[in-house]
């Protein structure tokens, strides 16, 4: 009888707290070599916790790491990258301004000495046999997302790493860059590597993983081989503990006046853009990446100034309505950015609310800060934001929940217009759940404009569907058109006939 192979890595009865939030619960987990091992889970389930202690980003508070069945501790990252351990973070720790070869070579020994050349035909020759094809002369500020990842993934190759993990790997990728990514995954794993994949898309992990370990409330649940999967709908109430379906009675909506209206505007990338947004209704903007839906979305939200052409906002002028902002009929903004532009990381939940709202709890020169208090425990309870402690600080809480925590902050204002920019990238399936449940709630009293690379998610909630390529509007229609919205992915491309 042959016994199975030792795991390369075993996690044992990890624990891990912050402050009163317990992210890891006694966790035991093996991790073996040639297998790709999916940790699946909601969004604060303690998944990137977990993985960050192994990496020796974090130190845990109890338990143990067995490497080869030796016990084995991190200070550092530097330790467990000597280990040849290494992790690919959901935002990269790059240098901009340097090239693919300097990124992937920085911080290595004996590296400066290297000949430019010598190390760039070695960065080549690393990305041919792993299939993450890359040109090693490039800046990195000039690449994309799924190029960045590549660089990121290179410099743990370089180093010999035998654990790869990937944090939510797919967020900021492409359809096509993330079917690369996978062959390369599965190209490593091949080889021998050890691959852990930290994601809560359910297709992703069927498609890809060899093992899955579902967490849930920062403990291991399940454990299963991907084989023993029977449906996506199976994974989902194993995952979240309760029957998951993904769709919403979008309904109809009372439609009212205009709420914004944009009329021939250019200002950097854009181009003669047209549209308009009245309140009941949600126009969904779609499109590849970096085809002006960033600067449209600055713009309206006051954070560029518009070049040539208007922009109406709730009746009134760009400048009019930014040089004297209205208390009552208000603009809401939901950023992609949740950590650097939506909310303040080092702040508690109820400085983090009070960032957009202070004036409704202010009375002269006197904030009423037990009545924000108050209001804020109100919102965490009803948008159902864990944890539910409002002395929590923002840097603890997983993307889900600091997103629902920010969309009741914005809701909390009643605004007349709300920009929601990828509203839910990044998030789990219960999370994304809410999350257009709030939206369509919320439209029957303002005007919503989403911003997603999720056509799914647009088809789901929006009324009518805008098209970008190349900084122009392509074509403005209804979601319930079938025929051109089978022709969305050719107008994405820059189609039209």
Known sequence: ????????????????????????????????????????????????????????????????????GEATRFPSAREAIQAGIGMVYQHFMLVDAMTVTENVFLGQEGGFWLRPRKMARRVSELARRYGLDIDPFARVSELSMGEKQRVEILKLLLRQSRVLIFDEPTAVLTLTETEQLFEA??????????????????????????????????????????????????????????????????????????????????????QGIDLEVRQGEILGVVGVAGNGQKPLVQTICGLTPPGRGEVEILNRPWKDFFARYPSDDTLSYIPEERISLATCPGLNLVDNFLLTTRSDFSRGPWLMGKRARGRARELIRDFNVQPSNVDALARHLSGGN??????????????????????????????????????LEARKRAGILLVTGDLAEALALSDRIAVMFGGRIMDVFPASDTRKVDRIGLMMAGITA
């Open 1 to 68: 009888m042959n016994l199975p192979a030792p795991p390369l890595v075993r996690l044992e009865e990890i624990s891990k707290s912050f402050g009163r939030v317990r992210a890891n619960s006694d966790i035991t987990l093996d991790i073996r070599a040639g297998k790709i091992k999916a940790l699946l889970g909601e969004n604060g389930a303690g998944k990137s916790t977990l993985m960050s202690i192994l990496a020796g980003r974090l130190q845990p508070d109890a338990g143990k790491i067995l490497v080869e």
């Open 402 to 439: 600091l997103q629902k925590m920010v969309l009741g902050r914005e809701f909390f204002r009643n605004p007349k217009l709300i920009v929601a920019e990828q509203p839910t990238q990044g998030l789990d399936i219960a999370a994304t759940e809410e999350v257009w449940r709030h939206l």
């Open 185 to 270: 995954m599965k190209q490593m794993a091949g080889q021998g590597k050890a691959i852990v994949f930290i994601s809560h898309k359910l297709p992703e992990v069927m498609s890809v993983a060899d093992d899955i370990a579902i967490l849930r409330n920062g403990a291991v649940v399940d454990t299963l081989e991907a084989g023993a999967v029977t449906s996506r709908a199976d994974l989902a109430r194993r995952m979240v503990g309760r029957e998951v379906v993904l769709q919403v009675d979008k309904g109809t909506s009372e439609i009212g006046p205009h709420v914004l209206t944009v009329r021939g505007l250019e200002t950097g990338a854009l």
